[in-house]
């Protein structure tokens, strides 16, 4: 059971335009919601992360949006370049028993420049 | 660039044989974590340490053990390597638990 679901499996945007990647979730007891950038070949890389206490958070060009009542969080890179092509993972943290992160299945994303 | 190393970076080896996989990290973090990531497939938590000689089992099964005898070095052992073991494994540390922030670059594992 997939507690974490992230849409869409891949997505193409053209350079300049905003790319927007969903998650949605079940379980209330989340509390932390980051989202993850993975290169080909390399880890994933901590890029912005929001909790519920508000609805939006803002870093450069990226930008989580979140709604509680929804159970839903999206990234949206804004100006979207060709070296943002990459893969990105949604990930939410339980803040009862071992509070350890559930992942989404992740977004491959490519700019075509 | 987070100080985080995973080697070897490539392994093909026969069923049966003893592996470890090294995780190492120089930012003094105390928490770590080793997740699997099936290629395009999320990640699953299989072991996390928050300290020296602390070690627990993730969500996600695993026969693999890791011990944490030092801060800076979390390594993985598969002591028998079958072929259902085949998978890349991420180790991972950050400062505050059950925040990974910095993810080595993994260990692309396939047992023949």
Redesign the interface.
Known sequence: QQQVKQSPQSLIVQKGGISIINCAYENTAFDYFPWYQQFPGKGPALLIAIRPDVSEKKEGRFTISFNKSAKQFSLHIMDSQPGDSATYFCAARQNTGRRALTFGSGTRLQVQP | E?D?Y?TPRYLVIGTGKKITLECSQTMGHDKMYWYQQDP??????IH?SYGVNST?K??LSSESTVSRIRTEHFPLTLESARPSHTSQY???SGQV??????????TRLSIL
């Open positions: 987070a985080i995973q395009g497939m999320e990640l699953h938590l996390y627990e993730g969500d991420l180790c991972a638990e059950n925040q990974p922030q910095h993810f080595g670059d993994g």
